[in-house]
Structure formats: structure tokens, C-alpha cells
């Protein structure tokens, strides 16, 4: 196995931990300690999020002392032992804050992403953004159907334990690819045009930076409350199912990324349409009826991987492989701001007004993240050979 392939298989370890509890998060409040207030759920996503935007920033100055794998090794470890208590834990106060703390370690997976690009050349940036980002929403499947089926048949509380047993195993693997003498850990492919695109580099990632986050906040403002969503109007009460259900954008994902590989399309041409295409399928999801719901599922889940890969390919297109960790993590960083809006709001939003306005709103995101890129890439004028027709 080549290292990259080592380390895509990492990420997706890594992503299936994560998402074990994102769509059951109102029922394992509920199962676990007795909260049913929407606004409880929407703060403990916002607090995740917020330990998210500083972790990473944070972990990407560090891996620029340290070496990637070195810090997951230490960072895994911890986080595996913070979600073992999670698991034992019966204190509400506690498991907030120890969960929090996890969150914070784990979070330092997300320089795999950058690192993975840093080892490859401009010429497989493209397909190797795309995979990972079906990567991404594979994990997100696996990570749903295996917490709806823990939630559904064995104790929410045992989610922690799949979580530790993830983290042990990327501790495990970083240190695998540190010892052994077939991989070559400290390669960095060179960019010939350095100078060029850091001077580029800030203006533009801040632009990047706006336009990612009223997509995030239009992406996570619909997921915390799907599945309550979807039980609203489903006859069968089955967490597998709404599980199933929420996970359909990572199906579709593989469809795109091989129509994608077909076609070889550049990058990040196509956001606009994409974008488009997303207020289709928000539209639909907001209609109560299981066969409109799950056609607008498939319609947003093309839609929203389009969008974001082309964003993320946009960003490493302008970018170093020395700069790479730093200018996601920027980007990340209004990325997180957005899902933080969102997770603040929606709890509120639910409360107040019920679980269809979500759609409405992330319907209005979207029209305002493509208004504001028309504004910001058509209509203002940028270098050609950094953005073209979209």
C-alpha cells in the first residue's frame, strides 16, 4: 500500500468516528441524560465547532515544528482515552466538558487533509480532493448506519467506545508510518510558482474564506434535526433508517466523483450551477413527504459535493505545499464559524418555529453564496489563471 492510499484509509477511520453521534445527537441527549431541549442540542454543536475552529488552526502551527504523524500519534491516544470516559461517565457537566476536551484532540485528523496534497502533484489535486471527499461522506454513512444501529439496539453510550477504538487505531498507524522504512514520510512536492501564488495567497483565501462560510452555515443548519425531521412524517420509527436516510449525499457522492473522473472536469469550474442545482434539492427536502424528501437528498447531495470540492480544489490551486496546513486551516476556520452560526441557531429556530424553517434558511444561504461570488469573481476583477468560467 502506497502512502497515500495509508493515509486516505486514515482519514476515513477517522471520519467514521467522527460522525457516529452527528445525526443522533437530539436522541442521545435525550436517552442518555434526559435533555429534550432543542437549544441544548444546537449549543453542544456549537461548542464542537468552536473547539474545531481553534484546534485546527492551532495544530497546524505546530505541524510546522512537528511532523503530521508524530502529532497524531499523541493527540489519538489522548482523545482515545478522554472517550473511553465519555463512556463511563454519568455526569452530564462532566461529559460536556471531557467531550469538549476530546474534540480538541481529535481534531488535530484534519491534517491529514493537507498533508496528503503536500505528498502528491498539482496534477492529481483534483481527483485526490474529490476522493476524499467521498471519503468524507462514506465515512459519514458509516459512521450513521453504525450509530443508528447502536442507538436503535445496543446503548448510546457505547458510540464512545467505537470512537476510542478509532482514535487507537490512527494512533497505531501514525507511528507504523513513522517506523517503517517503506514509507517516505518527509517528502514535499515543490511548486515552481511559489512567489507568485503566495502573493495571491490572503486576499483570496479571505474571499474563499466568506464565501465557505454562509455555505457551511446553509449545509449544517439542516443537519443537526434531519432525523427528527424525517420522523416527523415517517410512518416506521427506525433510527437505522433515518441514519440511512441522512447519509444518502455520501451514496451519491460516489456517482459524482466517478461521473467526475469521466469527464475530468476542471476543478472548481461549475460552483454557480452546482450552487443552483442545491436550491433544488434544499427546496424538495423542505416538502414533509418521504418520496420528495429522499429525491431532494439525492438532488443536494450532488449539489453540496460539487460545491465544496470545487471550493476546497480553488484554495490548493492558489496555495503552496509549505502553506498548504495553514491556508485550510484559515479557511477552515470561517468554515466552522459558519456550522457554529448554524448550530447556535437552529436549536432556536426548531424551538420557535418548527423543523421545516431550516430549509428555508439554508435555501436563503445559498442564493446569498451565489450572489456573492458572481459579485466577488465576476463582477470584480481577478487574476485569469487563478479563477476561470464557472
Not at 18 to 24: C, E
Not at 64 to 79: D, G, H, M, N, P
Not at 337 to 354: D, K, M, T, W
Amino acid at each position: 500500500m502506497k502512502l497515500k492510499s495509508f493515509l486516505i484509509l486514515m482519514t476515513f477511520i477517522a471520519v467514521v468516528s467522527d460522525y457516529l453521534l452527528h445525526p443522533f445527537y437530539p436522541q442521545f441527549f435525550a436517552i442518555r441524560f434526559g435533555m429534550t431541549n432543542p437549544e441544548n442540542v444546537g449549543f453542544y454543536f456549537a461548542a464542537i465547532c468552536f473547539m474545531v475552529m481553534i484546534a485546527f488552526p492551532f495544530w497546524a502551527y505546530i505541524s510546522k515544528k512537528v511532523a503530521e504523524l508524530k502529532i497524531l500519534i499523541y493527540t489519538q491516544a489522548i482523545a482515545g482515552v478522554l472517550a473511553l470516559y465519555c463512556y463511563w461517565t454519568s455526569s452530564y457537566l462532566s461529559f460536556w466538558i471531557v467531550s469538549l476536551i476530546m474534540v480538541l484532540f481529535k481534531g488535530s485528523y484534519l491534517l491529514v487533509y493537507p498533508y496528503i496534497l503536500k505528498i502528491i502533484k498539482k496534477e492529481e489535486h483534483v481527483s485526490t480532493i474529490g476522493l476524499l471527499s467521498v471519503i468524507v461522506h462514506l465515512g459519514g454513512i458509516l459512521g450513521a448506519v453504525i450509530g443508528g444501529f447502536t442507538v436503535d439496539y445496543i446503548d448510546p453510550s457505547s458510540i464512545f467506545l467505537i470512537m476510542a477504538l478509532g482514535d487507537f487505531i490512527q494512533m497505531l498507524m501514525s507511528a507504523y508510518l513513522l517506523k517503517s522504512k517503506k514509507f517516505n514520510t518527509t517528502v514535499i512536492i515543490s511548486d515552481e510558482n511559489k512567489k507568485e501564488k503566495n502573493s495571491l495567497s490572503n486576499g483570496l483565501i479571505l474571499k474563499i474564506g466568506l464565501l465557505t462560510l454562509i455555505l457551511y452555515f446553509s449545509d449544517f443548519i439542516i443537519r443537526p434535526f434531519f432525523s427528527m425531521y424525517w420522523e416527523s412524517f415517517f410512518n416506521y420509527d427506525s433510527k437505522l433508517i433515518s441514519g440511512t436516510i441522512y447519509a444518502i449525499p455520501g451514496f451519491v457522492a460516489l456517482i459524482a466523483l466517478w461521473i467526475s473522473n469521466k469527464q475530468k472536469s476542471n476543478g472548481y469550474e461549475g460552483i454557480i450551477m452546482a450552487l443552483l442545482i442545491g436550491l433544488v434539492g434544499l427546496f424538495l427536502q423542505g416538502i414533509p413527504l418521504d418520496s420528495v424528501v429522499i429525491i431532494g437528498r439525492i438532488i443536494y447531495g450532488w449539489a453540496i459535493f460539487q460545491g465544496v470540492v470545487k471550493f476546497d480544489v480553488l484554495l490548493f490551486e492558489m496555495s503552496t505545499p509549505e502553506s498548504y496546513a495553514l491556508d485550510y486551516s484559515k479557511v477552515h476556520f470561517f468554515q466552522n464559524l459558519g456550522v457554529l452560526i448554524a448550530s447556535l441557531s437552529v436549536g432556536l429556530v426548531v424551538e420557535n418555529f418548527g423543523l421545516s424553517l431550516p430549509f428555508i434558511i439554508a435555501l436563503s444561504g445559498f442564493i446569498v453564496t451565489i450572489v456573492l461570488y458572481i459579485f466577488i469573481f465576476k463582477l470584480v476583477s481577478v487574476p485569469k489563471n487563478i479563477v476561470k468560467a464557472s
